[in-house]
């Protein structure tokens, strides 16, 4: 069975500042992994995944991640916070297939962005 | 905008009623996927139906039951509501087909309150 476990539940960083977010996970096959957005009230909008090929993926909103198989890792970064970058954040794994969907998320971070 | 729609947006039941809650998903999608997101967690991955039928079930109980129907917008049931059932309740689709896969595209969710 997979999991996934994102460190620190909560995180602050100052606008303009570095934004890293900690995923590592557990997969017992090739991993396909995925972050997801969710704004206060609303569902989850998908930042980026990775599946196979390059293992630098870059998202939406400038994010990207690399998936570091040696570390079972795949952290989430945006060199220069906006305000608009608060919100919390989900880490997930699928090792059913990129198309199956079967997620299983971590306990998400809270981003904060301070003015 | 995703395209996956949920109704109601939200829900008081009382202890050991019983609830539907329903999802229409997006054009041209055959799957779908339902998750509960407790209050400070991470979604977890109830069940998905594929072309009508059960594809994959996570660690729930019986007492929660699906359908997908013939346009693949789909119902979660839950039977004797617990206190615990309380959560945000999202819905997921996408295309699973050879050589296709598509993204997951989740709907608002529907705030299911057990009192």
């Known amino acids: 069975a997979q999991s996934v476990t994102q460190l620190g539940s909560h995180v602050s960083v100052s606008e303009g500042a570095l934004v890293l977010l900690r995923c590592n996970y557990s997969?017992?096959?090739?991993?396909?992994l995925f972050w997801y957005v969710q704004y206060p009230n609303q569902g989850l909008q998908l930042l980026l995944k990775?599946?196979?090929?390059?293992?630098l993926v870059k998202g939406i909103n400038g994010f990207e991640a690399e998936f570091k198989k040696s570390e079972t890792s795949f952290h989430l970064t945006k060199p220069s916070a906006h305000m608009s970058d608060a919100a919390e954040y989900f880490c997930?794994?699928?090792?059913?297939?990129?198309?199956?969907?079967?997620?299983?998320f971590g306990k998400g971070t809270k981003l904060s962005v301070i003015p | 905008e995703t395209g996956v729609t949920q109704s109601p947006t939200h829900l008081i039941k009382t202890r050991g009623q019983q609830v539907t809650l329903r999802c229409s998903s997006q054009s041209g999608h055959n799957t779908v996927s339902w998750y509960q997101q407790a209050l400070g967690q991470g979604p977890q991955f109830i069940f998905q139906y594929y072309r009508e039928e059960e594809n994959g079930r996570g660690n729930f109980p019986p007492r929660f039951s699906g359908l997908q129907f013939p346009n693949y917008s789909s119902e979660l049931n839950v039977n004797a509501l617990e206190l615990d059932d309380s959560a945000l309740y999202l819905c997921?689709?996408?295309?699973?087909?050879?050589?296709?896969?598509?993204?997951?595209?989740f709907g608002q969710g529907t705030r299911l309150t057990v009192v």
């Open positions: 990775y599946t196979t090929g390059a293992t």
């Open positions: 997969s017992s096959v090739p991993p396909y």
């Open positions: 997921a689709s996408s295309l699973l087909a050879p050589a296709v896969n598509t993204e997951a595209f």
């Open positions: 997930a794994v699928s090792d059913t297939g990129a198309g199956s969907y079967q997620l299983t």
